[in-house]
């Protein structure tokens, strides 16, 4: 079996380990371990009468409870089957720009997305200096033909850019994207989001998904925020009825759930910083400062080897890096879980590179 180049990958995991699936203990998927809420699944539960109708193709439920949480009129929000698929409509959109400058090392689905309309990419790493990760993009460089593609929080490095931050490239380039699939983990007080500006700046794309905050991968619930005119146009790309009747359901059940959402902002900063104080105490291994349910973690020993040992003598899946050139064998990334699997995985990794 190949190695997987996306996290939570159980059946090659399963395979290595030598156990089922469902016996590993999976830090490689950045989801959260809280969910899904049970207001999602009571949603979909309640749905399944109406499997026998097509969904409403304007989704204007779905659209509304969005519009009640994101206080923006329903036009400028288009649901879809996972940010995935609003990520192809983008691709396409970019491709049409003289290039995109991509933020790396980037999450693997742009190449995708890019590569399949051909866009013209500029890759643009950030750089790590003393621990810290930051953005520069050559100033001297046209611009206002060109589109930027970046994600805050940045995964993999669990980097938060502040929304001031952004603000100048809205001015510079002629389409940004901004993937935010991570930002609902950032409580309200502190996160960055570009979703306050949006009707400032017709040249911005938003992407949101609920595929990791309420722990929803297999029911293919994403949306993008941006002016009425583009997503009119995505709706004319795309098939009717992307977003399924249950997955409508559940993301209006999840997106009021604000019991756990509460939750959830309870949980992330002890749990993330037990895990951060047990890896930088672990010889040999540097975690990052992050804002997101992950950690991004340089290693001195190679990473395959350590995911190989964790697997075969845990049953613990850890995710390399191999997939992002610009890291490599050093550094691997561990979803924040609850604290009880946190501690296993610090012990685990304890033993394994004492060699005990
Ligand atoms: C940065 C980023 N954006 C988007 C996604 C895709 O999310 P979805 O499940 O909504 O397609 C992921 C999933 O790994 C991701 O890491």
Request: charged share 15%.
């Amino acid at each position: 079996m190949r190695q997987p180049a996306h996290g939570g990958n159980l059946a090659w995991a399963a395979a290595l380990a030598g156990c089922p699936p469902d016996a590993i203990l999976d830090f490689s998927a950045s989801i959260s371990p809280l969910g899904p809420p049970n207001s999602a699944i009571a949603a979909i539960l309640s749905q399944l009468g109406n499997l026998k109708h097509y969904p409403d193709p304007n989704y204007s439920e779905l659209r509304l409870a969005l519009s009640h949480f994101h206080q923006l009129p329903p036009e400028w929000i288009l649901p879809g089957n996972g940010s995935a698929e609003l990520l192809t409509l983008i691709g396409r959109e970019l491709a049409q720009l003289a290039a995109t400058t991509l933020i790396t090392p980037a999450f693997g689905d742009y190449y995708r997305t890019l590569a399949a309309y051909n866009a013209n990419v500029l890759e643009c790493p950030l750089s790590l200096v003393t621990g810290h990760w930051s953005l520069f993009i050559d100033k001297g460089q046209r611009t206002n033909d060109k589109g930027l593609l970046l994600n805050n929080p940045h995964n993999p490095t669990g980097k938060i850019f502040s929304r001031d931050s952004i603000l100048p490239y809205l001015e510079q380039f002629a389409l940004v994207v901004v993937d935010e699939a991570f930002m609902d983990f950032v409580p309200p007080n502190e996160e960055q989001s570009l979703i306050p500006v949006v009707q400032e700046y017709p040249n911005l794309v938003i992407l949101r998904s609920l595929t990791k905050f309420y722990s929803l991968p297999g029911l293919r619930l994403g949306y993008a925020i941006a002016h009425p005119d583009c997503l009119a146009k995505w709706q004319r790309w795309r098939d009717p009825w992307p977003v399924n009747t249950l997955a409508a359901a559940a993301a209006i059940a999840a997106l009021q759930d604000t019991e756990f959402q509460q939750q959830t902002w309870a949980w992330l900063p002890p749990a993330r910083n037990q895990l951060f104080q047990g890896l930088a105490e672990i010889p040999g291994l540097q975690p990052q400062i992050s804002a997101a349910n992950f950690l991004l973690v340089e290693s001195e020993e190679s990473t395959s080897q350590l995911q190989h040992q964790l697997l075969k003598y845990h049953q613990i899946l850890i995710r390399d890096c191999l997939s992002f050139k610009e890291l490599g064998d050093r550094f691997f990334r561990v979803a924040v879980r609850e604290e009880s699997d946190n501690q296993r995985l610090l012990t685990a990794l304890n033993s394994v590179l004492s060699g005990k």
